[in-house]
């Protein structure tokens, strides 16, 4: 059997992509000035390439049309360093603005509500003493909650606006990375914001300066606070770009079926806004035969798409998807009123350049990468003549469906590498939901949006429930859909090789398609799909056992990973209802690490600072085993327990109850209940806590010791053997408070290394100075998780090795401040 290529297939060349040479030396350029892992020797080297390539041409001993590419990668080199430099001039701050208790004043530029705090965007910042900064600050204002409570006690709240002035006495301090396995680098994406300083303190507002448009963006929150959360914060999420107020589970669904971008403000919802508006002028401008004769309806018509497609951007605020969507909309339009016969390819590449020059940083924006290279997917595979024989309602169809399958296929490495998801069922979910929302959800939200504006609450009430019905049934529909076998994939860190094989496949999958070898081609397709998701879900566990003590602030979390893939995890710190805690840290380190599941959690007693992100982490993992409690009443009885046990239960997982003198045994390591005894109680939580043992490879010993304190450790003392005490590695018990690690308990101990579980700058003065010298006067060896995570590996031989964390931060944006610093 032989293939033939259809002879109506359109193939871009190179000739129709004139932009393509530009766009990827302005890209690679910028991208070898500010990303770190291109070291300064390759800088160089590329600079010194691209200089002799430019020099060459110009005395015309070669002839090659590289050098356009060559020029516009020394120029993003160029401006990728003068960029740097000027976000260095933003953040860039002297020792008396952080680290002590200061009044200041500044505008607010943004708020960002989160279930237990509100973040303010701070700029035109100016101290008491009349300093100013260049920079921006963002100043944390938290809700007070009960200890076993996840219900909000009082509303300390300010009613602040984008615009308005506050005066702010409270403490700051230089954005700070948690130095973890795969952590994010936090400081380096505060100083792309232009982020100089985060706080928390007292607010008081000085002056009411909120925009016309801020007010008409808070009408809308406020015609939105009527409906449930799971309606209201997805609308609120497609008119004004917020996406705090949609709950995790909601948000979860959609990211777990590859909808998510439903619920970004993006070229999808940009489009459809400007059709809708070119559709309206079209009508209106056409009921009159004069107007048909005398105007330019098509210009007119779509000069209105544009602008109402502008003004919903206002509306949203400028994220950065709509910046690069609104920025190729108004490159098409021009190339039609130029009448230019751009390819589309070249109006994306246009815009791509476009936005990069105007915000450098962007050049890091997960958002921007995923809209782009879906888009360029979209063009270079479903490039192809229109079959006018089709009816329009099957084109529309196989458009959807055509747009839709490209758009998975082409960012699936994106989403695995960066979200570690694998969406199993993105087609078929969003085959089902874009028709939804864009058909009905956003016209009906948008209409209620200008009534609200308007005035006119009573009927955006109405349009608004139509909407919200419609979102709720498309949420039953990603819940229903997550659910399915294979619906809830979390991976392990993908390497990039096994992306680029993936890249190398589709490509060439689209090259045979290209030739019009349509069977071959959706072959290798398969071929390569199928490889890389069985590759991407492989677990790599590490070859010895390995315990950590995470870096997540102020509390306690670690983990215990066999070489048999098992992984143990001791307690999950977080506020209540924060969206980023040690269970999301957790779970990414353990991703990693190659692993995306837990066998067993272990909550030692219910304190936000050890229970607070069990349920986080819970969502963020394959599965949950079994989790670990005190068969105490404290735990039966806790509110926030009950609800991480019936969590665990629905997702297949058991709960086990602990009590002194219990064994288990963990695959190979004997755990031993120390304490507490069934039903203990006592007016101190704390002595709750679990305490256990753990007997590792080589006869060596890890001891937990959750927050107990000093009557709880005098009766393990009593009534326990100092052999079953003895341990190598222990967790300071309450965190080195100086209520615990008493001289008896410390002395039946005896260990070897101490792990001190505590925030850095921590308000309590953990661990104690007293205590520290208890153990140093043992010859212990003393960590503390505030200056990063510490890591163990026990080796069968009974050796044990810590382990260096690699540093998250960023060099270049380190010495960039240190240059800025210099010129000054």
């Given amino acids: 059997m032989s293939f033939t290529r259809r002879p109506d297939t359109q193939r871009i060349s190179p000739q129709a992509l004139p932009l393509f040479l530009p766009a990827a030396g302005w890209v690679a350029g910028l991208a070898v000035a500010r990303c770190d892992w291109v070291n300064w020797p390759v800088m160089i080297g590329l600079a010194c390439a691209a200089l002799l390539l430019l020099i060459l041409q110009a005395k015309r001993k070669i002839k090659t049309k590289a050098f356009l590419g060559a020029a516009f990668l020394l ?121 100089a300083l985060l706080g928390s303190g007292e607010v008081q507002r000085i002056a009411s300066g909120a925009s016309w448009l801020e007010q ?10 009527r409906l449930p959360s799971d309606q209201g914060g997805v609308i609120r999420a497609l008119l004004l770009g917020e996406r705090e107020q949609i709950p995790e589970r909601i948000y979860d669904a959609f990211a777990a079926t590859g909808a998510a971008h439903l619920l970004a403000i993006s070229g999808l919802h940009i489009g459809l806004v400007a059709a809708l508006g070119f559709g309206l002028f079209w009508f209106a401008l056409t009921r009159r035969e004069a107007w048909i004769v005398n105007l330019s309806v098509r210009g007119i018509a779509l000069l209105g798409g544009l602008l109402l497609a502008l003004a919903y951007a206002q509306l949203a605020g400028w994220p950065l998807p709509t910046q690069r969507a609104a920025m190729m909309l108004v490159a098409a339009a021009l190339a039609w009123w130029l009448r230019a016969q751009a390819a589309p390819m070249n109006t994306l590449l246009a815009a791509l350049m476009l936005i990069l020059l105007l915000d450098a940083s962007a050049l890091g924006s997960l958002s921007l990468w995923l809209s782009f290279v879906a888009t360029a997917g979209i063009l270079l595979w479903a490039n192809g003549p229109a079959d006018n024989e089709i009816p329009a309602w099957r084109r529309w169809v196989i458009g959807l469906f055509v747009v839709t399958l490209m ?45 609200a504006t308007m005035g006119l609450d009573g009927g955006a009430h109405i349009l608004f429930s139509l909407a919200a019905a419609g979102v709720e049934s498309g949420n039953r529909v990603l819940l229903h859909i997550n659910q399915w076998p294979g619906g809830h994939i979390w991976l392990p860190a993908v390497p990039l090789w096994l992306s680029a094989a993936y890249a190398g496949g589709m490509g060439l999958a689209a090259l045979l398609l290209g030739r019009g070898l349509r069977i071959p081609a959706a072959g290798l397709l398969l071929l390569t799909l199928s490889a890389y998701s069985a590759a991407v879900m492989a677990e790599n566990p590490p070859a010895v056992t390995r315990f950590t003590a995470w870096d997540v602030g102020q509390g306690a979390t670690s983990s215990l990973l066999l070489p048999d893939g098992r992984v143990m995890v001791i307690d999950a710190a977080g506020q209540p209802g924060s969206r980023f805690n040690a269970g999301t840290t957790l779970a990414a380190g353990l991703r990693d690490m190659g692993l995306a599941h837990v066998d067993v959690l272990l909550i030692s007693h219910a304190q936000s600072d050890h229970l607070g992100g069990a349920l986080s982490l819970l969502h963020h993992v394959n599965r949950v085993g079994e989790l670990w409690l005190a068969d105490v009443p404290q735990m039966h009885l806790s509110n926030r327990i009950g609800v991480l046990r019936r969590a665990v239960l629905r997702q297949g997982g058991k709960v086990r109850w602990l009590q002194q003198g219990d064994r288990v045994d963990f695959s190979g390591v004997e755990v031993k209940v120390l304490w507490p005894p069934k039903d203990y109680t006592s007016g101190n939580s704390n002595n709750s806590s679990l305490l256990l043992r753990l007997a590792l490879p080589g006869g060596r010993g890890l001891l937990l010791g959750g927050d107990i304190e000093a009557s709880a450790e005098a009766s393990i003392v009593d009534n326990t053997t100092q052999q079953e005490l003895a341990s190598d590695v222990m967790l300071m018990p309450h965190h080195g408070s100086r209520s615990s690690s008493t001289e008896a308990f410390l002395a039946a101990v005896h260990p070897h290394l101490a792990i001190a579980q505590t925030g850095y700058g921590n308000r309590y003065g953990f661990p104690a100075p007293e205590v520290l010298q208890r153990y140093s006067r043992l010859g212990t060896m003393l960590r503390n998780t505030a200056d990063g995570a510490v890591a163990v590996d026990f080796m069968p031989s009974g050796t044990m090795q810590m382990l260096d964390i690699s540093p998250v931060m960023s060099p270049k944006r380190k010495l960039a401040l240190q240059w800025w610093h210099l010129l000054l």
């Fill in 216 to 225: 008409v963006r808070q009408r809308i929150r406020y015609a939105l606070k």
């Fill in 407 to 451: 758009a998975a296929l082409v960012t699936l490495p994106l989403v695995a590498h960066v979200f570690g998801r694998l969406p199993v069922y993105s087609l078929p979910a969003n085959l089902l939901m874009t028709p939804l929302y864009t058909l009905f959800v956003l016209p009906l939200s948008l209409l209620a949006a200008l009534l």
């Fill in 75 to 195: 120029a993003g080199l160029g401006w990728g360093w003068v960029s740097l430099l000027a976000d260095a001039r933003q953040i860039a701050v002297d020792d008396t603005w952080h680290d002590a208790a200061i009044e200041f004043s500044g505008e607010v530029a943004g708020v960002q509500q989160q279930a237990s705090y509100l973040r303010l965007t701070l700029t035109d910042v100016q101290r008491s003493d009349g300093a100013r900064l260049h920079g921006r600050i963002w100043l944390y204002v938290y809700k007070r909650y009960s200890s076993d409570s996840v219900n909000e006690v009082a509303d300390v709240w300010p009613a602040t606006l984008a615009g308005d002035r506050i005066q702010v006495q409270g403490r700051l301090h230089v954005p700070r990375n948690q130095q973890n396995p795969g952590g994010f680098d936090f400081a380096a994406y505060c100083f792309d914001q232009h982020i």
